[in-house]
């Protein structure tokens, strides 16, 4: 395929969304045809299709999303031309109002005083947009469009302001990629955590806390490992683990530029007159433990460690099981180094990433964020600072793309995509390079040549939330976690009332060796027990009869099914020590 013909297809992300925005419109289209009450807000393409906001008083039903997929239809069969054209303010809000369209008014008059204003016409349907479209709505496939939910939004991510419904949909220039998606979306659905979390008796979420999730028994063991998995490899990369103060006065906030920049995400307090915050994220209270004591170049880098639990205010509309959640332990660390070790630091990082991903069978994705409008420091600092981090992941083989503008407001930073196994990419670890907070903090070394010197730092966080990480964990694998972290990973089945003391034997000996063992002792069939051992994904059950405990053996049963026959315990015990010491993924 030519370089030309290439910009036409859905490689290409422009097109790809230009053809998702026309879609929206198309869907705005369709709804005033069907519904001309109805209000129209915004309507973007998105990563993963487009959506359309509406103020109406109750939600679409399913009956009324196959009607405007219909109506979508027709309107895509009529090869409708999309024309632009353009007004000047005043007529452009006089245009909207003889429409009724008050959010589009809205809009106009927050555009700035130079803004071009534009509308697109297609048929009997104009909206106000600055493009671009496709130059007709023939050129989208009709029944490969997919309205795939309806939720509430609010107008503009205001909690008060106007509630709307937000109508989801996705499109495909052939019917067979819509099928091969929305199968994906079909297996996603089955994976939820949020389903497979109640299922499997990992966490709750309550309406007493939203936002707040609830660990239970179960999900506490996976946590607690993955925690001391993240110990363990930390360790090995020479970190020191703290523990910061969950809430700090306003001053310090002040001071590292959160109060400004922040304020609106912290949950705030007065105490003995004083404002407090609790902490959004753990930095300063890292800034306090370097400035503590004097350092020496000796020391640097000096990397430091914290699983501090933070909170964030998020609105409610936007919370999502243990994706998007207002409290979190955030697997952070701070690294102070010297300039000249800059580089080094980044690589060695990017390496502790890269045993972390693989661990857990992720591959990744890199993108650099650069200087925000809000940022705090010089232009040329940000660049320099920019320039490091491109040399240092250059210099590893390892490529990126540039995401402008979206850097933290005191230092770019490379994001850290990861992709799973069904090809969703999650924003989990990140690299912040940061010399900015240490000159608010007048945080010093002595150098070599007995001088004060400041040091430079990077914010890092591999996993990114361990809460989230278990979401995205838990996903990928669909509940099936690898041995090394399922929260129950032997169950013995007695087939035999007579057997039930052999089978509590062998989970007595196996516990003894620090493995997570369960004894299903109730009065049900053996095919029960092993369907719903399967059901709780436990990676194996050991089958134990009279020949077993005459013979001292077990006879081991992979979740996947899989018969390994009888064996010795300690053969069993063997293999078992082997995948979980390798951390194998099954």
Known sequence: MSEENNLYTFE???????????????????????HPEVKLAIGPSIDNGFYYDFDTPEPFTEGQLAELEAEMRKICKEKLRLER????????????????????????????????????KQGDFTDLCAGPHLDSTGRIKGNAIKLTACNAAYWRGDSNRQTLQRIYGVAFPKKEELDEYLAKIEEAKKRDHRKLGKELGLFMLRDEGPGFPFFLPKGMV??????????????????????TPIMLNRQLWERSGHWDHYKNNMYTTVIDDVDFAVKPMNCPGGMLVYASEPHSYKELPLRVGELGLVHRHELSGALHGLFRVRCFTQDDA?????????????????????????????????????????????????????????????????????????????GPKLDFHLADSLGRTWQCGTIQLDSQLPERFELEYTGEDGQKHRPVMIHRVVLGSIERFIGVITEH????????????????????????????????????QGFRCEVDERNEKIGKKIREATLEKVPFMLVVGDRDMENGTVSPR????????????????????????SKAIK
């Open 85 to 120: 054209f353009e007004l000047p303010r005043a007529e452009a809000v006089q245009f909207m109002e003889e429409k009724g369209e008050p959010y589009k008014v809205e809009l106009i008059h927050d555009l700035p005083e130079d803004a071009v204003i534009s509308f697109y």
């Open 12 to 34: 290409n992300e422009q097109y790809r969304k230009t053809y998702w925005h026309t879609c929206s419109h198309v869907l705005a289209q369709a709804m005033k045809r069907l």
């Open 334 to 410: 701070h690294v102070f180094m010297t300039r000249e070790q800059m580089k080094d630091v980044i690589q060695e990082t990017v390496r502790l990433f890269d045993e972390v991903y693989s661990t857990f069978g992720l591959s990744y994705t890199i993108e650099l964020s650069t200087m925000p409008e809000d940022h705090i420091g010089t232009v040329d600092e940000w660049e320099r600072n920019q320039d490091i981090l491109k040399d240092a992941i250059t210099g590893m083989g390892k490529e990126f793309v540039i995401n402008e503008g979206d850097g933290a407001f005191y």
């Open 477 to 512: 694998f669909a509940g099936a976690f690898p041995v090394w972290l399922a929260p129950v990973q032997v169950k013995v089945l007695p087939v035999t009332d007579r057997a039930e003391g052999y089978a509590k034997e062998v989970a007595a000996k196996l516990e003894a």
């Open 222 to 243: 996976l946590k607690n490992t993955l925690i001391d998995y993240w110990r363990q490899i930390h360790k090995k990369y020479g970190y020191v683990e703290i523990s």
């Open 558 to 581: 992979r979740r996947s099914g899989e018969d390994l026959g009888a064996m010795a315990l300690d053969a069993f015990a063997a293999l078992l020590g082997d995948e979980v010491s």
